[in-house]
């Protein structure tokens, strides 16, 4: 597990854009010395941007100090480098807190481990730090562990400041509701996790979810009482209430071409999942949205 990788920064509208658009150019662009001046960032921002484009699966490392963009951030990188659609977001979001490259663990473990929908900056810390206490061999330091909970709740809330036109540092994220921060009567900070609307998230992500799921499972069959509590599933992911899920499993029981389909079994209700890989589902319906202008 890894901690304290963003340098202190959470992710920066545009951020991305300026990362693909570089390692598209020069392979070796994290590597340069001088590559901050090239993208007009500040060197630990460049060592921040090189962590959010892996913790969400962008990039990869290759041989011989260099970097290249995965099939995942080719399609990003074409059809919306500058994250104007939700449903992006929500992609990217889903491949920050499954932590698949061991970068991005706090994300992780507050969607999918933390079960506290309301608390306080505080005790949020205090409970991450055990958490990690007792899942690491090796201590590690407080200061890191805070800072991370510290960028996990700007990622999801640093909107930008509508009393001023010029200010541009804020968090694409934001867009997703997913955290809210707001004081109490203590004057204390409390952290909440917010249920977005299915619109807001899209459709195109929560069925991406699905199909990863199913691969990585090698399932068929997903049944409702899953996809509302297991880890990398909708109801964790995205917050999402049973009823909110329900209601985006029957608009993808209409789905043009990739119908899901209800299969009661055991008297659980299952969802049967086509077999395509999610990175075909996401071009296909990437393309339409293409065509249609949308992105």
Known sequence: ?????????????????????????????????????????GKNMVRSLRFWLLAMDLMQDTKGKSHILTDLGKLIYKYDRLLQKNETVSILHYHLVRNNNDLATVFYWYFNIYKET???????KKSFRIWVKNHETKAVSENSLDRDIDVLV??????????????????????????REDTSEEKNENIKKTSSNVEEIGLIPLYYVLLMYAQERDLELISLDEILDEELLWGKVFNLSKNKIIDALNKLTTHRKFALEYVRTNNLDNVKVPKIAPLDYLQYELNIEFDKGKL
């Not at 304290?4 to 545009?14: A, I, N, T, V």
């Open 1 to 41: 597990m890894a901690y304290g990788r963003h340098e202190s920064f959470y992710l920066r509208d545009k951020w991305l854009s300026k990362g693909m658009k570089a390692i598209s150019e020069d392979s070796r662009f994290f590597y340069d010395k001088n590559g901050f001046e090239k993208i007009g960032l």
């Open 118 to 124: 309301v608390t306080q900056r505080t005790e949020l």
């Open 154 to 179: 700007q990622l999801y809330t640093k909107n930008a400041n509508e009393n001023d036109p010029e200010d541009f540092i804020f968090s694409p994220f934001t867009k997703l509701n997913l955290i």
